[in-house]
């Protein structure tokens, strides 16, 4: 089946600094991938769609200086958090569709932050 | 605000019993209904997913009973395992694989 893979799977950073997450699509092409956080025992909650080739699209609320998306390939989408403080530590996650038509959503294993 | 609303928070089901989750929407644009099945420290995995156009999807031991005039959907997972305790996430798309999740619901299943 089409697998969406992160990395790194987890990820200790000072406050201050920079962390960057990869979001690749192994078997399948992918000009859309979404992100998502997750804190502990809730929900996943938007936070921007990447598109390929253009800028990405940020939820309402989602700061778009701090959490920078790229998306430089068909199957590959960078999250950077910038100037990390404690307080975006979280579990974050991507997906994308393998079938183009929204049909399918695989996510990624996600990748946890931790901002000390 | 919520998009979509899920219940209960969670749910504890013996071995062999029935586990059913209940989310609700409001947004008739919503043509996209997954179900997510999350393990701790893992990301969601699909479990089943359903159109507005069907009623009822099988897959196994999972179930998706969809009402469109109701706008509610539910998942019924049969012969409930220990290996189904997990976080259970509906979600909607309205818009292609744009997600938006429900609250999440926490089952148990006691051998």
């Known amino acids: 089946g089409a697998v969406v893979s992160q990395h790194p799977s987890w990820v200790i950073c000072k406050s201050g600094t920079s962390v960057k997450i990869e979001c690749r699509s192994l078997d399948f092409q992918a000009t859309t991938m979404f992100w998502y956080r997750q804190f502990p025992k809730q929900s996943l909650m938007l936070m921007a769609t990447s598109n390929e080739g253009s800028k990405a699209t940020y939820e309402q609320g989602v700061e778009k200086d701090k959490f920078l998306i790229n998306h430089a390939s068909l199957t590959l989408s960078t999250l950077t958090v910038t100037s990390a403080h404690p307080e975006d530590s979280s579990f974050y996650i991507c997906?994308?569709?393998?079938?183009?038509?929204?049909?399918?959503?695989?996510f990624g294993e996600g990748s946890w932050l931790t901002v000390v | 605000q919520q998009q979509v609303k899920q219940s209960p928070q969670s749910l504890i089901v013996q071995k062999g019993g029935i586990s059913i989750i209940n989310c609700a929407y409001e947004n008739t644009a919503f043509d996209y209904f997954p179900w997510y099945q999350q393990f701790p420290g893992k990301g969601p995995a699909l479990l089943i997913a359903?159109?507005?156009?069907?009623s009822e999807k099988k897959e196994g031991r999972f179930t998706i009973s969809f009402n469109k005039s109701a706008k509610q959907f539910s998942l019924h997972i049969m012969d409930s395992q220990p290996g189904d305790s997990a976080t259970y996430f509906c979600a909607a798309s309205n818009s292609w694989g744009k997600l938006q999740f429900g609250a999440g619901t926490q089952v148990v299943v006691t051998p």
């Open positions: 359903i159109r507005p156009d069907v």
């Open positions: 997906s994308a569709s393998s079938d183009g038509s929204g049909n399918t959503i695989y």
